[in-house]
């Protein structure tokens, strides 16, 4: 059992929640959510993503909404890079930690990125070494860890096979996905349990997609492996767009809402992330997914 009761939540519902909305937010609509997750105490908000344009148009502006935010500091803004070309544009803007990625399922990474596994990992070599010698820090997404929308089931050892692979290049934090959001506690408990017995638990994070309603007892069932990293985003917005079918990320107003309630310590204000969730929605003309903003504002 890890004896730390604190949890840090990686917010990246400006990055995978605003890239699989249909409406598409202007830049200083997106600084403006970013600014606001500043201030209700996250440690860590994804703001964007320097992949291609016309594969993901929704974060087409990701140079000039970086530019735009105000860093606070002891806050990182790690932001997607899938390629050197991706880094450097990440670099100019001028972020300092970056996150990279790829998939325990051939075809997922075939239809995501246009690459096998290994070919995907040969591409980010590059870009960890230029990482590693400009020390910027490095996030490593492993997608697809407890099912793939092509290939069905994904073994365990495949995941484990991967998150190896990534700690070993030099990444700092691995982020198991479950990308279209199939998983139960007991299998991903299962996973992250084979997982952390090749990489460090205090370097593993779990990221869920709530698509069956699944997210909070995965995340459960994981804390209670161990894991203290959780990825959420504010709403419970976005998905993926190469991952058809996948709803929302797991709230992080729910996720924070529960922790708090397991008098566990996120150092988040949750009334100014429910606050921020109710205002996104409202840009994104929708119902928040989240159901502690959904109850606060119910009760007015
Ligand atoms: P490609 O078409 O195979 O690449 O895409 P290419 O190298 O042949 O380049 C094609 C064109 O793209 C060229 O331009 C390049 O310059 C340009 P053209 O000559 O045709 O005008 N290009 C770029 N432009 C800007 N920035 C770049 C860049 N790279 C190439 N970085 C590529 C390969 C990887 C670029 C593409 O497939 C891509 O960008 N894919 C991104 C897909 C994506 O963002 N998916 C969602 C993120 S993953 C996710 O959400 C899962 C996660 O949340 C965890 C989970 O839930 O499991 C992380
Ligand atoms: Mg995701």
Known sequence: MNPSNHVRIVEVGARDGLQNEKTLLPAEVKIALIDRLSATGLQTIEATSFVSPKWVPQLADAAEVFRGIR??????????????????????????????????????????????????????????????????TVRGYVSTVLGCPYQGEVPVADVVRVARRMYELGCDEISLGDTIGVGTPARARAMLHAVAQEVPID??????HDTYGQALANIL???????????????????????????GNVASEDVVYMLHGMGMETGVDLDLLVATGAWLAAQLHKETASRVTRARTAVG
């Open 71 to 136: 860093k606070v500091p002891g806050v990182s803004y790690p932001v997607l890079v899938p390629n050197l070309q991706g880094y450097e544009r990440a670099r100019e803007a001028g972020a300092t930690d970056i996150a990279v990625f790829t998939a325990a399922s051939e075809a997922f990474n075939r239809r995501n990125i246009n690459a096998s596994i290994d070919e995907s990992i040969e591409r980010f070599v590059p870009v960890m070494e230029q990482a590693q010698a400009d020390e910027v």
């Open 221 to 247: 069932a994981c804390l209670e492996e161990g894991v203290r990293v959780v990825d959420s985003a504010v709403s419970g917005t976005g998905g993926c767009p190469y991952a058809k079918g996948a709803t």
């Open 203 to 208: 370097a593993l994070a779990v990221h869920f």
